[in-house]
């Protein structure tokens, strides 16, 4: 991830507040507490209010919202103090992201996949209600919108408060702003086709663009090394998206030849840096596909061929060396890294130019000349 974003505090947040209270005081609380009934709700009036319109008004989504709850407190009831326990240490794990991404070995994460080794149907069950949380059917219905408010509202308090229009998984696709009728979808950063718990926690939503969402990320778990999800067991640090410290990736563009009309993406190496947060590149590499897309752009007769173009051309004509075109993107770049694509450019003309693709000014030339007569004399 190329840069964090900052968190947005909203009225949304409501819902996770919903479900905390559903776990921690009617599921976890099932052993004791007699069969499942709306005075289970009683310490939260929001949300009492809540259950009881979709208790009496049948709406597919109010119905599934309410029957999914009902029929996991079914099986919480029949959990010993140990199980219930260790529900509550998975919980609190799956929604610590900052500590998820951090590999803090006191985050206890689970994925449906753990729950299932000893509780099958209650695993299945979890699955089929944390997954269809984040569904309009649910979300659009009247009587929790009062409650919690709209996605489109928070997405557009998120834009005005990240303004860079850029998605910083890639850094190349812009994101639909404040002045667009639509949005970028949110990714759930641990998915939640393999996660319960936090499926509508906004900590766990990060609005990216389509490619790094759907394209190339799709279900990657960024929290394992990549394997099989469900025989994967080791975990690796990952970028918290919104980090409160700020950090900066460095790369670097190496070409194998010079031959600008014949090179291939195997002829490129990119290399990131620092090393201080190289498992955390590393992980990002691969979630997004960066290695491929950014050679992919490079490549590109509208993106790198371009900017040599720029170089070659546009520039020469008025006189200006590449090394002046350097100078001037470098200013460029440090003023707004990913505005016109600056960071990427920048570091592939760097690599052009240790390739030996820019030619030397008729000074450097001379100057060159008369060094080597020195040292080589007739």
Known sequence: MLFPYKYVTHKMEKMQAFIDFIFHEVWCKAPGSGPFKLELFDGNVDLKEVMTSFFYDHTQGGD????????????????????????????????????????????????????????????????????????????????????????????????????????????MSDLQGEYNTTREAYDHYLPKKLYPFNSINFHNLVPACHHCNSSYKTSKDPAYTPKDPVQATQRRKVFYPYASTSYSIDMQVYLNHADIQNLAPEDIVLQFGPTTISEEIDTWKYVYGIDERYKAKILSESDGKYWLTQVFDEWSDDGKSPKEYLRT?????????????????????????????????????????????????A
Request: with cysteine; charged share 25%.
């Open 64 to 171: 599934y919202f309410y029957t999914h709850v009902e029929s996991i407190y079914g099986h919480f009831a029949t959990l010993a103090p140990a199980q219930i326990d260790q529900f509550k240490q998975w919980y609190k794990g799956n929604n610590n992201l900052e500590k998820v991404c951090a590999k803090d070995p006191a985050a206890q994460l689970a994925r449906y996949a753990d729950v299932a080794i000893a509780h099958k149907e209650l695993s299945e069950q979890l699955a089929s209600f944390y997954k269809g949380l984040y569904s309009n059917s649910l979300l659009d219905l009247a009587v929790l919108r009062e409650k919690i408010g709209e996605i489109d509202d928070h997405y557009m308090t998120f834009i005005k408060v990240n303004k860079s229009g850029k998605c910083p998984f890639c850094g």
């Open 329 to 377: 993107l470098t200013r460029q770049a440090k003023a707004n890294r990913f505005a016109e694509c600056n960071f990427l450019k920048l570091a592939f003309l760097k690599g052009c130019k240790r390739a030996g693709l820019f030619p030397k000014s008729i000074w450097q030339r001379i100057y060159d000349h008369f060094i080597s007569c020195i040292k080589s004399p």
